[in-house]
């Protein structure tokens, strides 16, 4: 539901509305037009009467939003989100490349990845600690010591560091240590872990499920938001079709559909969505062309040796020359 305010409405009259649906368990969210101030209410509206929000003399007129997602939606929040996450802008014409290993082996490998990502331009350094592995016996990862390992590159480059969880026994480790937390996509619709991370007021990066529609994506940043989280970075990573000639399909089309939906940034992670190193740079391309406000890509400096999906990360040098051609598309389609 969204309460229009009539034209000149003060600070002092918008109070009691606040306190008074706040009391009733809702999430209140202000909007702010070029010429139109609004009030969101998120929640379980339906307890709310037009009698009891037009009894206050600044409410013009009532919206009631269709829509499951209000604070990941455009009706709640119309103009389109830019995050600042320790001096990097993503969303809203703000690119930001996110690159780094699939998972942390060992202190030389994440630190030699994370210095030549950030010689080539990438804003953060992603590497996982803890790994979800369809086999029970594939790498898993190293855990709270490739947290450590993380802390160090960020340490070394600057760079911060973007990484997944798992389960809630961590969250306070990531909060303190991690400073964008990622979902996978086997944990899209785990909304308990949704809620929770969303409680620490992290940025979130948000991978859309293999099979999952674009409405149960946001309804998963919904969780997320209404947790308390402020900055949801949407990531579109390929879903499961009848295809078998990549490891997944890309759907490019989330991207302008998702713009359409919702405020939040969406990046494109090119590595996952193919299964393929050398289908990373057309499919990079293809997404900076098409509007994406990031790419997450998977570095490693030996993937022949790679403990974890090798055969989709791309060499330093292949990196650098791709960061080189995403820049002339930018500046093509600006």
Avoid: W
């Avoid at 590159?153 to 997944?164: C, N, S």
């Avoid at 579109?236 to 998702?258: H, K």
């Amino acid at each position: 539901m969204i309460l229009i305010l009539k034209q000149g409405t003060q600070e002092n009259e918008i109070n009691p509305i606040r306190q008074k649906f706040e009391s009733m368990g809702l999430i209140i969210q202000e909007i702010k037009g070029e010429s139109t101030r609004m009030i969101g209410l998120a929640g379980d509206t339906s307890q709310v009467t037009e009698d009891e929000v037009m009894v206050h003399p600044c409410v013009e007129r009532i919206m009631r939003v269709s829509e499951p997602y209000k604070l990941a939606g455009r009706k709640f929040h119309p103009e389109t989100s830019i995050f600042d996450i320790m001096g990097r802008k993503i969303g809203g014409g703000e690119f930001a490349v996110i690159a780094g290993p699939c998972s942390v082996e060992t202190e030389e490998q994440i630190l030699s990845v994370a210095e030549s990502v950030k010689k080539s331009g990438a804003d953060f350094l992603r590497g996982g600690a803890f790994k979800p592995r369809t086999s029970p016996y594939a790498f898993k990862g190293l855990g709270l010591e490739g947290l450590e390992l993380l802390e160090l590159a960020r340490k070394e480059t600057g760079l911060p560091i973007v990484t997944e969880i798992m389960s809630p026994e961590y969250l306070g480790v990531f909060a303190d240590k991690v400073d964008i937390i990622q979902i996978g996509a086997r944990n899209m619709q785990n909304f308990t872990l949704l809620r929770q991370v969303g409680e620490l007021k992290k940025p979130v990066l948000l991978k859309r499920g293999l099979s999952s529609t674009i409405e149960e994506l946001l309804m998963s940043a919904e969780y997320i938001i209404s947790g308390g989280a402020s900055q949801v970075i949407l990531c579109e990573r390929g879903i499961r079709t009848f295809e078998t000639s990549t490891r997944n399909t890309l759907d490019l089309s989330a991207i302008p559909v998702l713009h359409k939906k919702s405020h939040l940034p969406v990046v494109i992670d090119p590595s996952h969505a193919t299964g393929y190193s050398d289908l990373v740079e057309s499919m990079s391309l293809a997404a900076a062309a098409a509007g994406a406000d990031g790419l997450i890509i998977e570095v490693h400096n030996n993937p022949e040796k790679a403990l974890c999906d090798g055969a989709q990360s791309v060499k330093p040098d292949i990196f650098d020359s791709l960061i080189k051609k995403i820049k002339k598309i930018r500046e093509i389609i600006k």
